[in-house]
T-cell receptor, first 115, second 113 residues
Framework: AQSVAQPEDQVNVAEGNPLTVKCTYS??????LFWYVQYPNRGLQFLLK??????LVKGSYGFEAEFNKSQTSFHLKKPSALVSDSALYFC?????????????FGAGTRLFVKA | SQTIHQWPATLVQPVGSPLSLECTVE??????LYWYRQAAGRGLQLLFY??????ISSEVPQNLSASRPQDRQFILSSKKLLLSDSGFYLC????????????FGDGTRLSIL
């Protein structure tokens, strides 16, 4: 079965410091990986995706993610955190096992950026 | 550009009352459509997805049903709400293809009294 795990419920970082939100995945076949962000009382917003190609993927709002096939990880990173980055972040993988119509989401990691 | 509209934003309903939440997508055709429920601001539970008109797949047996009467319209319904139906309901759409992300509406917060 395909799955995605976010091992941290919460990540705390000071403004201006680099941030990392961790994600590991388990898939059969090629992984189609995504990161989403959710602000309070809003829907999820797409940040970036890895399909193929360069292991470092750049996305919206200065975020990037590093795909590591040997470690089956897809960690979200940002060189310098902003207070406005505080939100709930979801890692996700496309469920190709059942035809690709569904997306499997992680449980989410809450990011707090302190001024 | 494509947009997704979901309404109402908030809803307070008594136990045993019916429910109808509506979601529409503009600017695209034949989208995949999804209904999720999110409890306590954490993980998403996929309720239904649809790959075409009148093609609905149910993920979790429950008190809810979904319909897709038009290509870009997705409706979530219940005949009699339970207390456990409270939550944040999100509609989403995606183009076909493994490499396509999902795009979410702003959700409906449903409270059952």
């Amino acid at each position: 079965a395909q799955s995605v795990a976010q091992p941290e419920d919460q990540v705390n970082v000071a403004e201006g410091n680099p941030l990392t939100v961790k994600c590991t995945y388990s898939v059969s076949g090629n992984p189609y990986l995504f990161w989403y962000v959710q602000y309070p009382n809003r829907g999820l917003q797409f940040l970036l995706k890895y399909i193929t190609g360069d292991n470092l993927v750049k996305g919206s709002y200065g975020f990037e993610a590093e795909f590591n096939k040997s470690q089956t990880s897809f960690h979200l990173k940002k060189p310098s955190a902003l207070v406005s980055d505080s939100a709930l972040y979801f890692c996700a993988v496309r469920d190709t096992y059942t035809g690709g119509f569904k997306t499997i989401f992680g449980a989410g990691t809450r990011l707090f950026v302190k001024a | 550009s494509q947009t997704i509209h979901q309404w109402p934003a908030t809803l307070v309903q008594p136990v045993g009352s019916p429910l109808s939440l509506e979601c529409t997508v503009e600017g695209t055709s034949n989208p995949n459509l999804y209904w999720y429920r999110q409890a306590a601001g954490r993980g998403l539970q996929l309720l239904f997805y649809s790959i075409g008109i009148d093609q609905i797949s149910s993920e979790v047996p429950q008190n809810l049903s979904a319909s897709r009467p038009q290509d870009r319209q997705f409706i979530l319904s219940s005949k009699k709400l339970l207390l456990s139906d409270s939550g944040f309901y999100l509609c989403a759409w995606s183009p076909t293809g493994f490499n396509q992300p999902q795009h979410f509406g702003d959700g409906t917060r449903l409270s059952i009294l």
